[in-house]
């Protein structure tokens, strides 16, 4: 695929990009962040991509997996605390950066959970998920719309237990 066609597709795609960063995010300048670096990666490895495949999907995994590593590198890079600090440095720094720090916790146990679904469950779950239609999971695997809904349930019903945690304090959130 030429530059421009490249830089077309990618543009075609940015409503869903920045969609896609900020419920991963929650942070509007962070979500403009992966944004950035997952355009630098899709450009840096354009040739990797596979004419034929879905550019859309493509662009998802690497900002996906963008969000995950830096999710990893930031706990890594974490410092400790020093337990002399006294209870309002730490609800100073607890305001600061806790409602990002916890989302990316959220988000990293969701991507670990998806992670462990079945082949078979994961696979329809990820391509709805990406946007795809049910009639268009089918045609792609082949398979009966009817077991593409089955599949799309049981990934849910997977991924609410494991997270049910995060499920029992939002019960009207669906999956």
Sequence with gaps: MDTLKFANNINSHMRMLRSNALKFTKNIDDADDLVQETLIKAFRFSEKFEKGT???GWLFMIMRNTFINSYHK??????????DHDLSDQSMLYGAVGNSCTSKMVMDDI???IDQLPEVYRYPFLRYFEGYKYSEIAGELNIPLGTVKTH???AREILKKHLKTYHASNPNESF
């Excluded at 930031?74 to 020093?82: E, F, L």
């Design 54 to 56: 879905n550019f859309k």
């Design 74 to 83: 930031i706990t890594r890079s974490r410092a400790v605390i020093d337990h």
């Design 111 to 113: 991507h670990k959970a």
């Design 152 to 154: 799309i349930h049981m």
